[in-house]
Nanobody, 121 residues
């Protein structure tokens, strides 16, 4: 399974970005898809997860109300819509695929390469 994350970039505080993660080698149907992020010097942090059918999601408190995870199983792609971005959202964002619907990195078996999101003040 390969996961290719894209959509990161430089944006001003208050701006928006939409991240995409395209999977190849396996259908994402039946699997949990998630986004994590890691800022320099910090541990990898859970952002959001989507259960296989997409109707059940979990979003970290730190981004609740600002970030939305969604998926298109037909396109084998998961998205992270980010609005009202803050400087503290700056990090490398990773997508992940796993069998367990959970907030810990160990719940996921496959990881994308990451995409940098930088929010300037």
């Amino acid at each position: 399974v390969q996961l290719q994350a894209s959509g990161g970039g430089l944006v001003q505080s208050g701006g928006s970005l939409r991240l995409s993660c395209a999977a190849s080698g396996r259908s994402i149907s039946g699997y949990t898809m998630a986004w994590f992020r890691q800022a320099p010097g910090k541990e990898r942090e859970f952002v959001a997860a989507s259960m296989w059918h997409g109707t059940t999601t979990n979003v970290a408190d730190s981004v609740k109300g600002r970030f939305t995870i969604s998926r298109d199983n037909a396109k084998n792609t998961v998205y992270l819509q980010m609005v009202s971005l803050k400087v503290e959202d700056t990090a490398v964002y990773y997508c992940a695929l796993g069998r367990v619907f959970g907030p810990t990195p160990t719940s996921y078996d496959y990881w994308g390469q990451g995409t940098q999101v930088t929010v300037s003040s």
